[in-house]
């Protein structure tokens, strides 16, 4: 293995000089500089990054938490963040949660992001539990993307919280002024928990909505959970079985914008047309929501913004300041979608 002795050796020069031109840090002449350089082509040296990582008690490396390939609007978030990252000399490594049966994190995938050793790890999904965030918090810093309420946080996790209760709340107010009253709402894939709970900011939203009007909400509008698209299909069958569902939504809404666009395949192939036929919103914008026909209805946030929201807490932390929350407001975003209910 080449060595960083061995570039000094070939250029005539003292290690620290070769040092210097590697990490750009101190003066040196260009004669040397240029002669370090062809050292360094011609042996094909490659400084040896986890030792300088571990003199400087830093690996300049973020992690970013998710909860599955399948929810397309973090790709937009994450293009930024890398982004972002990089030209601030991190590098971000994305991360797929891996999950128990009951949709919470494994403790095995916690010990392998806490022996990682990052510089920070953003965590972007609820499948934590707030044990596993206090484990983690313990060993690096921890953004948490909050989606649902936490009671026993460790005081140093920074959140950031996208405004889910409201653009929730904002999107089921324009659906009911347009007449609908029968709203079903889809859980997130996976989600750890049934979606009914007050602690859900999205259902939460649902309810303000409808607590607002002095409407009762209908249970079987409002599915427990999800597993994947194939219980989305199966969902959607039963709103729409007589037998079952007598009375089925004008409305469907749902966070990913995925399952909105399978919602939609479906009901077309059943024969009917959105949205004079049924109304579809997603609290979730992305791409995707844009090349569907028609277009979908949607609440989201800035992805740039959000981004550097995101990289400059994260940097706050790693430079040992004190921990913080940030709420994120979320747009509401008018397409073809929805129109009033008949």
Do not use: W
């Amino acid at each position: 293995m080449v060595t960083r002795n061995d570039v000094a050796r070939l250029a005539k020069v003292s290690p620290a000089v070769v040092s210097y031109v590697i990490n750009n840090s101190n003066y040196v002449s260009e004669a040397k500089r240029k002669a370090v350089l062809s050292a360094i082509e011609e042996l094909n040296y490659i400084p040896n990054q986890n030792a300088k990582n571990l003199r400087q008690g830093r690996t300049n490396m973020i992690a970013v938490v998710r909860g599955s390939q399948l929810n397309d609007i973090f790709n937009d978030l994450l293009f930024y963040l890398e982004n972002i990252a990089n030209s601030r000399g991190y590098h971000v490594v994305l991360s797929t949660v891996l999950k128990t049966e009951d949709y919470y994190a494994t403790d095995d995938f916690i010990m392998t992001l806490i022996s990682r050793h990052y510089d920070a790890v953003f965590v972007a999904n609820s499948s934590l539990t707030e044990q596993q965030l206090n484990r983690l918090a313990k060993s690096t810093k921890v953004l948490l993307y909050v989606t649902r309420d936490y009671y026993t946080l460790n005081p140093s996790i920074s959140q950031v919280v996208p405004h889910y209760r409201m653009g929730v709340k904002n999107m089921i107010n324009r659906l009911i002024e347009a007449g609908h009253r029968r709203i079903a709402i889809l859980p997130n894939l996976s989600y750890p928990m049934n979606q009914y709970t007050i602690s859900n900011h999205r259902f939460a939203g649902y309810m303000d909505a409808f607590m607002d009007h002095r409407l009762p909400l209908n249970m079987q509008y409002i599915p427990a959970s999800c597993r994947n698209v194939e219980d989305v299909r199966r969902c959607i069958e039963r709103l729409f079985d007589p037998a079952v569902t007598p009375e089925p939504p004008t409305a469907i809404c749902a966070d990913e914008p995925f399952v909105i666009a399978s919602v939609l395949k479906q009901l077309t192939s059943m024969g009917f047309s959105v949205p004079e036929d049924v109304s579809l919103g997603c609290f979730s914008d992305s791409t995707l929501a844009t090349v569907t026909t028609p277009e979908l209805t949607s609440v989201g946030f800035d992805s740039y913004q959000f981004a550097q929201t995101a990289m400059d807490m994260m940097e706050e932390l790693i430079h040992g300041k004190s921990s913080r929350s940030q709420i994120i407001d979320l747009k509401y975003f008018e397409r073809g979608s929805i129109a009033p209910a008949l």
